[in-house]
């Protein structure tokens, strides 16, 4: 036996899986499958090329594994681990694809280590389970908890088990923390972020966080061959998303949705290997693909409903030309943005453009870096680079990630790329539409989930998309349709034809008439929607009511939160508000009510900034 130190790779680690031989007794006629995850980081690792990282373990398990060079997920954790729990994009049950959310699922979706149960394995998960929708966690799991373990299977039993590891989470960045151990003179700080001493400090915190997460992973591998299982087990490294410092998790930038991944097959079950230890894999993977990768590999059939494909194992399909990431609503805040990503372009399109990247989102203003470029832009020390990222939005980016990977290079405009901006535009399209995308609609609309959206006729899919798209362009020539489409019997045809004329502004007066008239809508969101429009229009006199009517409405949280975001925007207009949402504030907070509950948290903002206590964010021009 080889054993690997908690802090140096005291033996190779794939030296003793070298030595050939029969198969124990006892030992599975299945792999083993192992999935050690981390949360939060991009591919911070030697292994993918950066000189800063100290990942001697991971780099390791790369030279002598598969390593993925494009993998991607969603940009934030739940809506991901859905897709990995149900090989399925969250955007088909929605609100799933949101941030902590309750997706509406079918009755027959399960969660897959269920059909690994079925086949004999042990499934353990360690720990986490948010996965923004009722999976029945016993029907997939053995055992979930900060006790489960592979180890508590029957002898012979071949298992799947996953450890989850925390220490990169975002809440590392967080003032409690220690100081770092590398040197924050030292980082490389990527020129969409101010040059602060804040950021360079957390920089140095988080690779000092990356250094000691690989020294868990060498006491994992070492607990695995101290029990006799590392030449009867292929294991998997990856990231649950995209890193934590300021433009990474929860956008749709590279770093906000590539993580590594690492998959290593001992000798004794390479021949389900996609490609010879020591590869890099350039086509591109997703999390989507996890769930039927692994099914593939313990030989157990892929249910038909799965929307990922195999890359290894018997049932291995042909490399993926695009994958798809999604980015909604973040705790309370909203915004939507769809991405593509291939071999080398990425693709987003941006549906509300006129929302800032940046909003002032409670948990992630916690970190000193994002706190410091607040401040750079209120002194107006921002650079042209800096700035793109903390104001509008262009409604499409085109990034070349070979040649780009800090993604501020964008060419959507560039007719030299116009043929790669339309096949992705094609790509985006014919996912949207084969997942009835859920995120085209309001959040708390009676359409949301599977089978809801699923229903002939229900949701229109085809022309939302279409009248989202052409909202997006911001085009005043487009305003008869948008005034037409707000008399549509469809809800989410109105609901974006009014987030259509608010993303107008004061071009869009003529549709007055219309707005009004939609104040009184059968849709909460389409009211909320035209309420906005109405006060672009310098009108918030007649959206104040809705407004205040609809952010009291506890009992109906999606649009309370939603009429609370617009409030929020309004910004200076919102103060003859004042007293009435400082009632609404108290009365939220009552038991038992959490005192950060989202609704909290935003009226929270909205009463500190009109009262002085907290300073608005500043959104300079983009030059």
């Given amino acids: 036996m080889y054993r690997l130190s908690a802090t140096r790779i005291a033996a190779p680690f794939l030296a003793v899986l070298l030595v050939a031989g029969v198969a124990r007794a006892g030992a599975p006629a299945k792999p083993n499958i192992l999935w050690l995850v981390s949360e939060d980081n991009g591919p911070f690792l030697g292994c993918y090329g950066d000189p800063l990282a100290k990942t001697p373990t991971l780099d390791k398990l790369a030279g002598e594994g598969v390593l993925y060079e494009r993998c991607f997920t969603m940009p934030v954790c739940a809506p991901s681990r859905f897709t990995l729990i149900s090989g399925m994009y969250p955007t088909t049950c929605g609100p799933a694809q949101h941030m902590r959310a309750a997706g509406k699922i079918p009755s027959w979706l399960k969660g897959f280590p269920a059909y690994l149960r079925a086949a004999g394995y042990y499934t353990s998960n360690n720990a986490k389970t948010d996965y923004n929708a009722p999976i029945k966690i016993k029907e997939a799991w053995n055992a979930s908890g900060k006790k489960a373990h592979y180890q508590n299977r029957a002898a012979g039993q071949p298992f799947f088990s996953v450890f989850n590891h925390e220490t990169s989470h975002e809440s590392c960045l967080f003032p409690k923390n220690e100081l770092p151990a590398f040197d924050p003179a030292v980082m490389r700080i990527p020129p969409y972020q101010p040059d602060t001493p804040e950021m360079r400090a957390d920089w140095a915190r988080y690779y000092t ?21 590392a030449d009867d087990t292929i294991v998997f490294y990856y990231a649950d998303n995209g890193g934590v410092l300021p433009r990474s998790k929860r956008f749709l930038q590279e770093s906000g949705t590539h993580v590594p991944l690492i998959v290593y097959y001992p000798p004794k079950w390479r021949h389900l290997a996609p490609a010879a230890p020591g590869s890099r894999i350039k086509e591109p993977v997703h999390f989507v693909d996890f769930a039927p990768t692994v099914l593939s590999l313990a030989g157990v059939r892929i249910p038909k409903y799965m929307q990922g494909h195999a890359f290894a194992g018997a049932a291995k399909a042909a490399p993926n030309e695009y994958v798809f990431c999604t980015r909604d609503r973040m705790d309370e805040r909203y915004d939507m943005m769809r991405s593509v990503a291939g071999s080398r372009w990425l ?88 997942n009835k995308d859920n995120g085209f609609l309001p959040e708390g609309s009676v359409l949301e989930g599977y089978d809801a959206s699923r229903v002939p006729g229900a949701y229109p899919i085809e022309r939302v998309f279409a009248l989202a798209t052409l909202a997006a362009e911001r085009n005043a020539d487009n305003l008869p349709k948008l005034i037409k489409s707000l008399d549509d019997p469809s809800e989410p045809v109105r609901w974006w034809a009014a987030q259509g004329c608010t993303l107008l502004r004061d071009k869009s007066v003529t549709a007055e008439p219309a707005l009004r008239k939609c104040l009184k809508d ?20 007649l959206a104040m009511p809705v407004l205040l009517r609809r952010v009291r409405q506890s009992a109906k949280p999606p649009f309370a939160l939603q009429a609370a975001n617009v409030l929020d925007r309004l910004g200076e207009a919102a103060r003859p508000a004042l007293p009435a949402l400082k009632s609404v504030l108290a009365d939220a907070r009552k038991p038992p009510a959490k005192e950060d509950a989202y609704p909290v948290r935003i009226l929270t903002h909205i009463i500190d900034v009109l009262e002085g206590r907290e300073q608005p964010l500043v959104y300079p021009a983009v030059p």
């Fill in 522 to 541: 059968k849709s909460g969101a389409v009211q909320i929607a035209a309420a906005e429009a109405l006060a672009s229009l310098g009108k918030p006199e």
């Fill in 209 to 229: 966080r990356i250094a000691r997460l690989d020294s868990q992973i060498a006491a994992k591998l070492e607990e695995l061959a101290d029990d006799g299982l």
């Fill in 347 to 434: 693709y987003i399109h941006n549906y509300r453009p006129d929302l800032p990247y940046v909003q002032p989102l409670n948990y992630m203003f916690q970190a000193r870096g994002y706190q410091s470029w607040a401040s750079d832009a209120r002194d107006g020390k921002l650079t042209p680079a800096t700035s793109m990222f903390w104001g509008g939005k262009p409604a499409e980016e085109l990034y070349d990630m070979s040649a780009d990977p800090d993604s501020v290079h964008n060419h959507a405009a560039d007719p030299a790329h116009r043929e790669t901006l339309d096949g992705m535009r094609a790509a985006l399209k014919r996912r949207v539409l084969a």
